[in-house]
C-alpha cells in the first residue's frame, strides 16, 4: 500500500492579499506563474474602473480566462478539467479572506 502525498501549502499574492493554496509537490513553479498570470488579469479589470469589488474582479477574470481557454481550440473535456480547477482554486481563494 502506497501513501498518499499530503499536497503542501503556498502562499500566492493575488490584488496585494496573500492566499494559502494547497499545492502538489513539483507544481509550485506552475502555480506561482498562474497566480501571478491571474493577478495581471484582475488588475487589468479593476484598472477598467468598472468594477472594484475583489470578489467581482475574480468572477470577471475567471469568466474572461474561461472564454479564452475555450477559443482556444482545446478539448471540451480538458477545458472543463481546467475551468472545474480554476474555480475550485478561486472559492478556496475567496473562502480564507
Do not use: W
Request: overall charge negative.
Amino acid at each position: 500500500m502506497t501513501e498518499k502525498s499530503i499536497p503542501k501549502s503556498m502562499a500566492v499574492t493575488i490584488m496585494e492579499r496573500e492566499y494559502r493554496v494547497a499545492c502538489p509537490e513539483g507544481a509550485e513553479q506552475d502555480l506561482a506563474r498562474s497566480a501571478e498570470f491571474l493577478n495581471k488579469k484582475m488588475k487589468e479589470i479593476r484598472a477598467t474602473g468598472k468594477v472594484y469589488d475583489v470578489e467581482r474582479v475574480a468572477v470577471m477574470a475567471a469568466l474572461n480566462l474561461t472564454n479564452e481557454l475555450l477559443n482556444q481550440g482545446h478539448s471540451p473535456q480538458v477545458n472543463g478539467q481546467a475551468i472545474e480547477s480554476m474555480i475550485e482554486k478561486i472559492d478556496q481563494a475567496l473562502a480564507e479572506k
